[in-house]
Antibody, heavy 124, light 107 residues
Framework: EIQVVESGGGLVQPGGSLRLSCAASGFTFSDHYVDWVRQAPGKGLEWFGRSRDKAHSYTTEYAASVKGRFTISRDVSENSLYLQMSSLKTEDTAVYYC???????????????WGQGTLVTVSS | DIQLTQSPSFLSASVGDRVTINCRASQGVRRYLAWFQQKPGKAPKLLVYAASTLQSGVPSRFSGSGSGTEFTLTISSLQPEDFGAYYCQQLNSYPLTFGGGTKVEIK
């Protein structure tokens, strides 16, 4: 069974740091892009980061809203993806989702599997 | 950044109604567009990708169409379980972006 499971959310003060984990199982992790998507309370979805697959050297992309503050990394041996968040702001408060990418032919899409999400609250 | 504008933002319809949700992109995204359904407290679920390809397991009453800047998600006969929020997403260029969402209520 394919699963992605996030963990590591919690309450953190503004300016603080937090590391989220995304554990993958049931598929060859290195063959898939993985995205991070977040959702602030009562708001819509926001894509903010991507880890490409092994064929693309696990390179990353970030939205401007998090670039320079968030870092995505992979531990392929552990089938895990990590999101290191620093200089957190109150506007980073959201449910954070780990999302699997997939190929349709040669085209890349995202979102066939989502984790359950983990809540990050940035507040003093 | 490519902006996605969904309309309407809210709709209320009866079981059996045909429902249409629109998604307009500020720049062409070819056919790199997906649709998601999200129910309260749950992760989104992929319905359609590549503008018109139905994801495995999704009921055939859902369909997607369009290319370039204009896209549509249609529910041919609304069912009670179709309530929730619907989002489009473009995957043509970074940053990937989502539409603002359409909330569907069953009358």
């Amino acid at each position: 069974e394919i699963q992605v499971v996030e963990s590591g959310g919690g309450l953190v003060q503004p300016g603080g740091s937090l590391r989220l984990s995304c554990a993958a199982s049931g598929f060859t992790f290195s063959d898939h892009y993985v995205d991070w998507v977040r959702q602030a309370p009562g708001k819509g979805l926001e894509w903010f980061g991507r880890s490409r697959d092994k064929a693309h050297s696990y390179t990353t992309e970030y939205a401007a809203s998090v670039k320079g503050r968030f870092t995505i990394s992979r531990d392929v041996s552990e089938n895990s993806l990590y999101l290191q968040m620093s200089s957190l702001k109150t506007e980073d408060t959201a449910v954070y989702y780990c999302v699997r990418g997939f190929y349709s032919g040669a085209d890349l899409y995202s979102g066939d599997y989502w984790g359950q999400g983990t809540l990050v609250t940035v507040s003093s | 950044d490519i902006q996605l504008t969904q309309s309407p933002s809210f709709l209320s319809a009866s079981v059996g109604d045909r429902v249409t949700i629109n998604c307009r992109a500020s720049q062409g995204v070819r056919r790199y567009l997906a649709w998601f359904q999200q129910k309260p407290g749950k992760a989104p679920k992929l319905l359609v990708y590549a503008a018109s390809t139905l994801q495995s397991g999704v009921p055939s009453r859902f369909s997607g169409s369009g290319s370039g800047t204009e896209f549509t998600l249609t529910i041919s006969s609304l069912q009670p379980e179709d309530f929730g929020a619907y989002y489009c997403q473009q995957l043509n260029s970074y940053p990937l972006t989502f539409g603002g969402g359409t909330k569907v209520e069953i009358k």
